[in-house]
């Protein structure tokens, strides 16, 4: 289902924006003018994050929108998020830079092949990582984040055995952690599925002294070479906390920014992809938002997410459930 509403035939264009127009100065005009609040992932370009009111992971953005009494929310990340945003705050104008920035995980879990899924698995509990439609998150039980699946896991009655959709590594990855077997979807995230091992160990060799920071989205090839798995925040959290001073990052390379900033006296080294360079590990669904499509959402009010009710009530069940299940996961200290 489309769920965002496309900018009008007569609306400004990006070729029609003034080239000398000081970008950075209109979006505050316009922030301030309608009241808006800019949450923005960390994989999202250091500019886009340097303007953000908030920057965080995928629990704290979905708390955030939630949370924020601004009249529009710009979110800049991916469009998932942009609906869980009007999910949890149907009464706010959720605007997303670019129509186009899906989620290759999204892609891999259509929702009447996930609807076929629990049809074939009636006694199962679904639990769904947020990284999906709207229309599969109606059809889930519970939705989880990588920062919170294992606590939401461990609450979850034992008796009842458990989907996991749609990414195959972080389900198997909970799997292992909890030893508690689960059916999973057979999705990937593209970004994550393309670390090599191989390179990694170079990588290792080449800096003895680094640590592994990987998002559990990658492959239990990487994962196994990991000092720590986790969330982006938990992996922010840890390279600034830990007494290290060199890194390997396997997760979008977007996130070194904010590590640069906070730790300007620790090296962080993004993990390769299979062809050396870490080029491949950028996303091109975040990559498709702009200092210009945040000024022109602004000025348009589109793109912009709009659910029908049905729809956003279903969701909101097992999005609700999930920050309900999620008051002890701790609010980031570095998110501002
Ligand atoms: P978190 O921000 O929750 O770690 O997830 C990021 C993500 O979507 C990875 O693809």
């Known amino acids: 289902m489309d769920t965002v509403v496309l900018p009008e035939r007569e609306s400004l264009k990006e070729d029609k924006i003034d080239p000398t127009l000081d970008l950075p100065g209109e979006i505050e005009r316009l922030r301030r003018e309608r009241k808006a609040v800019i949450l923005a992932h960390y994989y999202q370009d250091g500019e886009i994050q340097d303007l953000a009111d908030f920057v965080g992971d995928s629990l704290d953005l979905s ?3 939630a949370a924020t009494d601004a009249e529009v929310i710009v979110f800049c990340g991916v469009r ?5 945003a009007k999910i ?3 009464d706010k104008t959720v605007l ?3 129509a186009e920035a899906g989620c290759s995980l999204e892609e891999s879990c259509r929702p009447d092949a996930f609807r076929r899924f629990r049809e074939e698995h009636p006694d199962h509990l679904a639990v769904t990582y947020i990284n999906c439609s709207a229309e599969v998150k109606a059809l889930s039980d519970v939705i989880v ?3 919170n699946a294992e606590s939401i896991l461990a609450q979850l009655p034992n008796d009842r055995p458990v989907l996991f959709a749609p990414d195959r590594h972080l389900g198997s990855y909970l799997a ?3 030893g508690r077997p689960m059916t999973l979807w057979p999705g990937s995230c593209i970004i994550h599925e393309q670390f090599s091992e191989r390179e990694l160990i170079k990588q290792k060799a080449h800096h003895p002294r680094a640590l592994v920071a990987a998002h559990p989205e990658c492959p239990e090839g990487i994962l196994k070479h990991a000092d720590l798995v986790g969330s982006t925040r938990a992996i922010l959290d840890f390279v600034l906390t830990n007494e290290a001073n060199e890194f390997i990052i396997a997760t979008e390379p977007h996130i070194i920014h904010q590590m640069e900033k906070a730790a300007p ?3 962080f080294i993004a993990a390769v992809g299979m062809d050396g360079s870490c080029d491949c590990a950028r996303c091109p669904f975040m990559a498709k938002n702009t200092l210009e499509k945040i000024y022109l959402c602004l000025v348009n009010n ?4 709009e659910l029908p009710e049905e729809l956003r009530l279903a969701a909101l069940k097992p999005l609700q459930r999930m920050l309900d299940m999620s008051v002890n996961v701790n609010v980031s200290p570095t998110a501002s």
């Open 63 to 65: 708390r955030k929108a």
């Open 88 to 90: 949890v705050s149907p």
């Open 96 to 98: 997303i830079p670019d």
């Open 302 to 305: 589109a793109p912009r997410i």
């Open 176 to 178: 292992k952690k909890s």
């Open 145 to 147: 984040t990588s920062s």
């Open 80 to 84: 998932f998020m942009g609906e869980v």
């Open 265 to 267: 006296h620790k090296t």
